[in-house]
């Protein structure tokens, strides 16, 4: 135990506390690295009672409570600026539970009461020549995902991978097949989330072998792709403003359109089975999966509309929709000009574009009513004859779409 105090800004007062109680993980390490977050993300070690702690807090600071792990006793307090999990201590002493932990610079404390620093494994060490060092092979295999989220937390905090940590994970690469594919997929989309020193990091962790058990074999194009995913979005929102909320947007949870898109790029040279695989597998959302299949159909289409007819324009909007802007980005980040490309985004932006947004001239129940035919499949055949008309510019007008629509129907019946 050091004899230089350590006082941790923390949110709420000490007093609340039993004594010891020790802070550890990320919030000690990330203060030591001087990094000063929004919104704290603390974990609180205590040597027994964690659950009826957090409970008290909870009601103390009017806060949430959640029991994370009653079988190891740990809670959650949530509070509108932090986030503190309180957990009882494994093992006899606070030494025993920090060496059962993944990496030495998440295995520092602070005695909150005395403000002591305890670093039995020389995590404070390790910060300071940032280095992400495991604590013990052993902890690796005790939850393999810390074979992925080794290579994350190197990304996020900047550091290298120590030569020896590296070597046992690629020993122990075969059992993060045994972790579920959300907690794989949320490592993966922290590493997206990093741009592009994300993306360095996540091409070693596939050249290691780490993911061979969950991503196909990733050539390095597609990464090259995926670079390029956030500056042409960046380029595209500079001419185009007001496309900036569509990559912005949530589809699921904390997972927005533009980390999406990231992905889409690196999944982009293969088959669409193999695709929609490893989007299950990986346990991705209904919205994440359609848009990433959207982009993986539709982008190659969108690069061969530059000698397209007006109809095929129109049929190319009407099936990309909203997921248009991500379609357009890992076209432009996959090499299409963008002088090629800014025409259809302009059409897209234009609410009144017959192309991107057609106001059909009739509905199925007026085409019914003017040519005098009963509900059936000839009825939708009609109206997509006729709305790829208008988008050719042949018919402009109701009266246009009710003779043409004529035209179509006495054509069909004759032929039958």
């Given amino acids: 135990m050091s004899a230089t105090r350590f006082p941790f800004p923390l949110p709420f007062s000490t007093a609340l506390l039993p004594r010891p109680a020790y802070l550890v993980g990320g919030a000690v390490r990330d203060w030591l690295l001087g990094r000063s977050p929004t919104h704290l993300d603390l974990d609180l070690v205590v040597e027994r009672c964690a659950i009826d702690l957090a409970r008290a807090l909870a009601d103390e600071l009017e806060g949430g409570f959640v029991i994370l792990d009653r ?57 300071r020549e940032r280095q992400l060092r495991m604590v013990h092979p052993d902890n690796l295999s005790a939850d393999p995902l810390r074979l992925l989220r080794g290579y994350r937390q190197a990304a996020q905090l900047g550091f290298c991978l120590a030569a020896d940590t590296r070597a046992a994970i690629n020993c122990r690469i075969s059992q993060l097949k045994t972790v579920a594919g959300e907690r794989v997929r949320t490592e993966l989309n922290y590493l997206l989330d990093l ?45 185009f403003p007001s496309m900036a909320p569509a990559f912005n947007r949530y589809l699921c949870d904390d997972r927005d359109a533009l980390t999406t898109t990231t992905f889409a790029a690196l999944l982009d ?27 993986h159909i539709l982008t190659p289409q969108l690069q061969t509309l530059a000698i397209a007819s007006r109809a095929q324009i129109y049929q190319f909007f009407q099936l990309a929709d909203t997921w248009f802007p991500g379609i357009a980005l890992l076209a432009i980040a996959s090499g299409t000009p963008f002088h090629q490309v800014e025409p259809l985004i302009q059409r897209y932006e234009d609410p009144a574009d017959p ?25 939708g055949q009609l109206l997509i004859a006729l709305k790829l008309e208008q988008a050719e510019g042949r018919i402009t007008t109701k009266s246009d779409a009710i003779a043409c629509a004529r035209q179509f129907y006495i054509k069909q019946t004759k032929s039958n």
């Fill in 71 to 127: 079988k190891r006793h740990i809670a959650r307090v949530v509070c509108s600026n932090f986030t503190l999990d309180i957990a009882q201590q494994a093992g006899p002493t606070l030494a025993a539970d920090l060496k059962l932990r993944d990496f030495t610079c998440n295995a520092i404390a602070i005695e909150l009461h005395a403000q002591t620093l305890l670093d039995p494994l020389n995590g404070a060490e390790d910060i």
């Fill in 195 to 239: 741009n592009l020193v994300g993306l360095d990091w996540l091409e070693t962790a596939v050249a290691d072998g780490v993911l061979r058990d969950w991503l196909p074999a990733i050539p390095p194009a597609a990464f090259d792709i995926a670079r390029q995913v956030s500056t042409q979005r960046n380029r595209l929102i500079r001419t």
């Fill in 269 to 295: 040279s293969f088959a669409s089975e193999r695709v929609l695989h490893v989007l299950n597998q990986l346990k991705y959302s209904r919205a994440e999966t359609k848009w990433v299949q959207k982009l």
């Fill in 355 to 379: 192309l991107a947004h057609q106001v059909p001239l009739l509905d199925g129940q007026q085409l019914m009513q003017a040519i005098e035919i009963p509900s059936g499949p000839l009825v």
